[in-house]
């Protein structure tokens, strides 16, 4: 029997300071795609995704900041709680004021290849579209397993980059989804 799972938007209220302390973060890799010559390549590269108390403080004063800023906060629960939460930035940009960013996107490790995160990523979709954006834009973690979710999802190379996303995390491929 599959677990009930209930998306929602997130309020300040909801962003307490104990939000993510039952989140597991953790991720290993071993594959990662990368670009060489237009190309997009597989090569080895281990490493760890591991939030501590110190990360999860900053990724709840991230998503506070969002909400500020006019974007939204995205919660995936099921009984046990929190199994995912996403948001998407309320800035703007691109040629046409096109583009909004989704910062994060994660699913509690144990509770991941369940579909949560494609009904996560839907309902992203589905709240970007409401405020406005005509793309999401993604600046996605290049390892091979995350890189197949964003294709299932429907998206592509960003048709145009963001330097200053792409300046935080320059090993990210930069993708983006029409909505």
Not at 85 to 92: H, K, L, V, W, Y
Not at 101 to 111: A, F, G, K, V
Not at 124 to 135: I, S, V
Not at 145 to 163: L, P, T
């Amino acid at each position: 029997m599959q677990n009930t799972i209930i998306c929602k938007v997130l309020s300040l209220n909801d962003l307490t300071d104990t939000f993510l302390s039952e989140f597991n973060r953790y991720q290993v890799t071993n594959q990662v795609l990368f670009k060489e010559n237009h190309q997009y390549k597989m090569k080895s590269d281990h490493f760890i995704d591991d939030w501590d108390e110190n990360k999860k403080a900053q990724v709840i004063h991230d998503l506070r900041i969002c909400l500020d800023q006019g974007g939204r906060a995205i919660g995936a629960f099921d009984e046990a709680g929190l199994a995912g939460f996403a948001n998407i930035d309320g800035c703007f940009f691109g040629s046409k004021m096109q583009y909004l960013e989704l910062p994060y996107i994660h699913i509690s490790s144990e509770r991941r290849c369940s579909g949560i995160g494609k009904i996560l990523f839907k309902k992203c979709c589905e709240e970007a579209k409401k405020l406005g954006a005509g793309k999401l834009y993604i600046a996605a973690h290049p390892s091979v397993e995350s890189q197949e979710f964003y294709k299932a999802m429907g998206c592509d190379e960003a048709v145009e980059i963001n330097d200053v996303i792409l300046s935080r995390e320059p090993l990210d491929i930069q993708l983006e989804k029409i909505l």
